[in-house]
C-alpha cells in the first residue's frame, strides 16, 4: 500500500522546506530533483523535514511518529551558506 509521488524526472525549485508531519507514513518519492531556491528560507534548514521541525515528542504507544518514507532516484540540491 501507501503512495508514490513519481517526480518524472523533473527539477523541482523550493523556496521553504517540504514537511511531511508527524503520523504520515506510507510515502515513496521517486525519480527527481528537488533544489533550494536563492531566496529559500530559513537558510539553516533541511530541505526535506520528516516528522516535525520542532523538539516536540512523539507520543504514541509504538514511539513511532512516520514510518516507511522512501526516496529513490532522487536528487537534493542546496544552497551553500
Avoid: W
Wanted: proline share 4%; glycine share 8%.
Amino acid at each position: 500500500g501507501g503512495v508514490t509521488i513519481d517526480l518524472a524526472g523533473g527539477d523541482y525549485l523550493i523556496s521553504e522546506p517540504l514537511v511531511i508531519p508527524q503520523f504520515y507514513g506510507n510515502l515513496r518519492f521517486i525519480d527527481g530533483t528537488i533544489r533550494a531556491s536563492s531566496t529559500f528560507i530559513p537558510q539553516n534548514s533541511y530541505l526535506l523535514i520528516i516528522g516535525d521541525d520542532s523538539q516536540s515528542k512523539c507520543s504514541n504507544a509504538q514511539a513511532s511518529c512516520n514510518e516507511n518514507i522512501a526516496m529513490e532516484n532522487m536528487m537534493f540540491d542546496c544552497k551553500l551558506v
